[in-house]
């Protein structure tokens, strides 16, 4: 791999969605030759405007990179981008890093990493926390799980994308330290939703409560970020909400193995699931306040409910 004071490192980027296309392009306008690739090419129509150079296969990218990133949807996503035919392990050069950003679970993290590490192929797992606001700006929390010197090796490029760079363990422990704070993310979601209907049916302007409770012990990010966008009608994802459902799974499921039962996840896990079969996925993770309104036919917010 090139030295990164001397040279720098060539970087391939696959998944340019919500999160990967602000991601990539801190990347590339942090000065690292960039390569993309994305399932639906248009969108890498905006790296390449801005000098990134597309590829046709994720094998084709991985050959012309010292450092290659995933930002996909799921478990079978990172497996075909990364083990499927022309997938990244196809090109990737001994020496090489694939860090998956993703939320995927540590055991698939780790099936990957263990095929990988059959071609001295390295990997670490480097799942974020911040949402589409903190991909934009660069302040990104990453949970970094796998060998500190490959760590060491690729931290100018994750520096590019958060401040924070937390190394959590061997590879997987990224994905499990993950998969914790996706856990406290949707109680948090549900807490501020079930606030908001509490408000709103006692007779007290949702408003005045978030006022209110922003500045005591129950202030949360929740609270502050996505209540006020409820009470606006604003349901644009900076997390959709169908992720949100699929990180819960990825966490039970965790449980599960571990023999731990969480409550709290399996009931707002239910609760997303009862979103998604309103046709609402696509919506972003503040929308669950969606069917607490109407369990308790109840509205928050300023426009009509549907």
């Known amino acids: 791999m090139a030295n990164a004071t001397k040279t720098p490192l060539r970087v391939g980027f ?21 390569t993309v690739w994305n399932r639906t090419a ?17 094998a084709a990218l991985a050959s012309h990179c010292d450092v290659v990133i995933t ?31 993703s939320t995927m679970g540590p055991t698939m993290v780790r099936a990957v990493a263990a095929k990988l590490a059959e071609k001295g192929v390295d990997m670490l797992d480097a799942p974020v926390s911040g ?14 799980g796998g060998p500190v010197d490959i760590l060491d090796r ?13 190394h959590c363990g061997p590879i997987g422990a990224g994905q499990t330290v993950k998969l914790c704070n996706q856990v406290a993310v949707a109680l948090n979601n549900l807490a501020m ?3 908001l209907v509490l408000a709103a049916k006692a007779g007290v302007d949702p408003a005045t409560m978030i006022e209110a409770v922003s500045a ?21 994802p900076g997390f959709r ?25 399996a009931l707002v896990s239910e609760l997303y699931s009862a979103l998604m079969a309103a046709g609402q996925g696509e919506e972003g993770s503040q929308a669950l306040v969606k069917v607490l309104e109407q369990l308790g036919n109840v509205g928050v917010r300023k426009s009509p409910l549907p």
């Not at 990244?88 to 890093?97: F, K, Q």
């Not at 690729?154 to 937390?166: D, F, H």
């Not at 799974?249 to 969480?262: H, I, K, T």
């Open 14 to 34: 696959i998944g340019l969605g919500i999160m990967g296309q602000p991601m990539a392009t801190n990347i590339l306008r942090a000065g690292f030759p960039l």
């Open 154 to 166: 690729c931290r100018p490029i994750l520096s590019a994308l958060g401040p924070t760079i937390i």
């Open 216 to 236: 005591g012990a129950g202030a949360s990010w929740s609270i502050s970020n996505l209540a006020p966008r409820i009470l606006a009608g604003d349901y644009q």
């Open 241 to 265: 909400a169908a992720h949100q459902l699929k990180d819960l799974r990825l966490a039970l499921d965790l449980a599960q193995e571990a023999g731990l039962p969480l409550p709290g996840s």
């Open 193 to 195: 939703c079930e606030a």
């Open 71 to 101: 930002m996909v949807t799921g478990p079978a996503d990172l497996e075909e981008v990364v083990l499927g035919e022309r997938g990244v392990i196809e090109g990737a050069a001994p020496g090489s890093v694939l860090i998956d950003m």
């Open 42 to 58: 248009a969108k890498m129509a905006p790296l390449t405007a801005l000098g990134a150079h597309p590829a046709d296969s994720p």
């Open 131 to 144: 949402g589409e606001r903190g991909a934009i700006a660069g302040s990104l929390v990453i949970m970094v």
